[in-house]
């Protein structure tokens, strides 16, 4: 089967611009904690529980943008290093005041980084939540700020993002 796949890499057509990411479902240890992360710390709402085995929450209202459960995973540990999976969920903020306030939220609640860096088109702060999921949150600078190569292609890079100047933005 890899065979097959390594020759479907590049698709005739690609996929429609219109598709986007519609939500993540992460397994967790622990549905209170979890939920104690994601809303009360980054603040999402809680918009159902479904007992102590799963939860759904969003930002402004949305069916859900992160489902929570226990199904396969209560009481369990984190993937080990060198294991496959998923290896972050990225939420991406509007504004960098809004990423700066998600800054503001970790530094409160005693959340350390993993790392924080400048992509040239995005700023990402890189943590990880009570279960050991890679988390980035990220906003990205409008399309016309983005850097390009003499021949327009996109330049991203990877540069230290500069923390103090993000939390004068909250």
Not at 24 to 34: G, T
Not at 146 to 168: C, Q, S
């Given at each position: 089967?890899?065979?097959?796949?390594?020759?479907?890499?590049?698709?005739?057509?690609?996929?429609?611009?219109?598709?986007?990411?519609?939500?993540?479902h992460?397994?967790?240890?622990?549905l209170?904690?979890?939920?104690?992360?994601?809303?009360?710390?980054?603040?999402?709402?809680?918009?159902?529980r479904?007992?102590?085995?799963?939860?759904?929450?969003?930002?402004?209202?949305?069916?859900?943008?992160?489902?929570?459960?226990?199904?396969?995973?209560?009481?369990?540990?984190?993937?080990?290093?060198?294991s496959?999976?998923?290896?972050?969920?990225?939420?991406?903020?509007?504004?960098?005041?809004?990423?700066?306030?998600?800054?503001?939220?970790?530094?409160?609640?005693?959340?350390?980084?993993?790392?924080?860096?400048?992509?040239?088109?995005?700023?990402?702060?890189?943590?990880?939540?009570?279960?050991?999921?890679?988390?980035?949150?990220?906003?990205?600078?409008?399309?016309?700020?983005?850097?390009?190569?003499?021949d327009?292609?996109?330049?991203?890079?990877?540069?230290?993002?500069?923390?103090?100047?993000?939390?004068?933005?909250?």
């Amino acid at each position: 089967m890899s065979d097959r796949l390594t020759t479907l890499a590049s698709p005739d057509r690609p996929i429609d611009p219109g598709v986007r990411i519609g939500h993540v479902h992460l397994k967790v240890a622990d549905l209170d904690r979890a939920l104690g992360f994601y809303c009360g710390v980054l603040g999402f709402e809680l918009i159902q529980r479904y007992g102590t085995q799963a939860a759904f929450v969003s930002a402004g209202g949305y069916h859900h943008h992160i489902g929570l459960n226990t199904w396969e995973s209560l009481g369990g540990s984190p993937p080990p290093p060198g294991s496959t999976g998923l290896f972050h969920t990225a939420i991406l903020y509007p504004t960098r005041a809004a990423l700066a306030d998600a800054m503001r939220r970790l530094a409160a609640a005693g959340i350390p980084l993993d790392g924080a860096s400048d992509h040239g088109v995005s700023e990402a702060l890189y943590l990880r939540d009570p279960d050991r999921n890679g988390v980035e949150l990220y906003w990205d600078r409008p399309r016309d700020l983005w850097p390009l190569e003499a021949d327009g292609r996109l330049a991203m890079f990877t540069g230290r993002l500069d923390l103090e100047d993000l939390l004068r933005e909250a």
